[in-house]
Structure formats: C-alpha cells, structure tokens
C-alpha cells in the first residue's frame, strides 16, 4: 500500500518563510467589532422608536374604542360614533405611518454614513497592509534569493 508523504515539515518552512502580520489581523477585528456595535446601535434605536410608536398608536386606538362601545340613548349615535373613530383612525394611521417612514429615512441615512465611514476607513487600512506586506515579502524574497 503507499504511504503518503509528510508535508508537516514542508508547510511549517513554507509559512515561516511568509511574513505574516498578526496586528492586521487584530486591527480588522477591531475595525469590524467597531462596525457591528455602530450598526446594532442604529438598529436598537430604530426599534425601540418603532416599538414607542406601535405602543401609543395601540393605547390611542384603543382609548377611542372605548368611546365606541359605550352605551348610546338613540341608534343614530351608534354610526355617528363608528363613523368617527373610523374617520379618526384613518388619520391616526397616516400619521403613524409617516412617523414610521421618518424611522426609517434616518435608519438608511445612518447606515449609509457608517459604511461609507467604515469602507474609507478599511480601504485605508487594506493601503497601508499591503504595501508592508509587498515590502515583508520583497525583503523575504531577496534574503530567499541571496541564501
């Protein structure tokens, strides 16, 4: 049966022989550990206005509702009440939902700033990797090149 061969050795002089910056590897961390806590600040925010939003619109719809289920003294009363509420509700839900939209512009807005921040910023940082890492890998190879 064949034996297949040990390349243990091989990588290890491979990759020893390869420059490899671990403070890049930290600083990315950094830099995406700032980007996902920058996000979920603005998505937390979003949701907890969304949901303020929802609970008020809630108490009000059903703060007019109890004046719909009271007991009215003439029919007449009973379609003039759900004629309003229903009159009332429909200009509640317009404003709720351009309370809604307005949550969501400034979502879009600062989503777009912190990626925009975090793509100048990485692109920076993937500048200054590179050309250390050109100049780690030139310098390895002419000691490479003079042994």
């Known amino acids: 049966m064949a034996k297949t061969q040990d390349f243990t050795a091989a990588y290890k002089d491979f990759l020893g022989a390869m420059p490899f910056d671990t403070k890049a590897v930290e600083n990315m961390f ?17 949701a907890r206005k969304s949901t ?9 719809t059903l703060g007019k509702l109890q004046t ?4 009215k003294a003439e029919p007449a009363d009973y379609a003039k009440s759900v004629t309003d509420f ?5 200009e509640v839900a317009a404003e709720n939902m351009a309370a809604f939209a307005e949550i969501a512009k400034k979502v879009q807005t600062e989503t777009l700033e912190i990626l925009l921040n975090a793509g100048k910023n990485m692109s920076e940082e993937m500048t200054a990797a590179a050309t250390k890492a050109t100049a780690e890998v030139s310098a390895a190879a002419k000691k490479a090149a003079a042994n």
């Open 30 to 46: 950094k830099s995406q550990s700032a980007l996902a806590e920058k996000m979920s600040a603005v998505a937390i925010d979003a």
């Open 52 to 60: 303020d939003l929802s609970a008020k619109w809630t108490a009000d």
């Open 68 to 71: 719909v289920s009271k007991a």
């Open 86 to 90: 229903a009159s009332a509700s429909a």
